[in-house]
């Protein structure tokens, strides 16, 4: 009886670490989320975008989500163009091929008047760019960056 009982001991220890190696081995495996922080203008979407770009680059499994308040929602307006005159909203719609979500907060389009038929398609409307930009790392492990 004695040995039967030590082989179950012995067998639910094997179970118990090929179960900890497995999930060490999903967690390891598991997708890296970030957020990207917009709020400052056009500069600071461009140095987004380039950001974004490399990120992407090195990169291709990450999961980006840009959320935008103040003036940071500027480039997600339709006909904004950086310094160059280049539309922002190729640059978007690029990016969105790739995986890259984009939000904009809602109290932002408010506060300026702003028809939210005037963000770009490719965008979400959220109630609160703060609060967006809370959830998902509160909520759904994203790593915060702001450019």
């Known amino acids: 009886m004695r040995s039967v009982m030590s082989g179950i001991k012995h067998m639910f220890a094997i179970g118990t670490l090929l179960l900890c190696a497995s999930l060490a081995t999903a967690?390891?495996?598991?997708?890296?989320?970030?957020?990207?922080h917009v709020s400052e203008g056009l500069e600071q979407a461009s140095n987004a975008v380039r950001n974004i770009r490399n990120h992407l680059s090195a990169?291709?499994?990450?999961k980006i989500t840009v959320?935008?308040?103040?003036?940071?929602?500027?480039?997600?307006?339709?006909?904004?163009k950086d310094k160059n005159g280049n539309?922002?909203?190729a640059?978007?719609?690029d990016l969105v091929s790739k995986g890259v979500d984009f939000r904009v907060?809602?109290?932002t389009l408010l506060s300026r008047n702003i028809d939210k038929s005037k963000v770009?398609?490719?965008?979400?409307?959220v109630p609160s760019g703060v609060a967006e930009i809370s959830r998902l790392q509160a909520k759904e492990k994203y790593v915060y960056?702001?450019?």
């Open 59 to 62: 990169d291709p499994a990450v």
């Open 91 to 93: 640059m978007v719609q």
């Open 27 to 36: 967690a390891g495996n598991e997708r890296i989320k970030v957020v990207y």
């Open 145 to 147: 960056l702001r450019p």
């Open 67 to 80: 959320v935008t308040l103040a003036g940071g929602i500027n480039f997600l307006l339709e006909d904004a």
């Open 120 to 125: 770009v398609p490719e965008a979400t409307i």
């Open 105 to 107: 907060c809602n109290f």
């Open 87 to 89: 539309p922002y909203d």
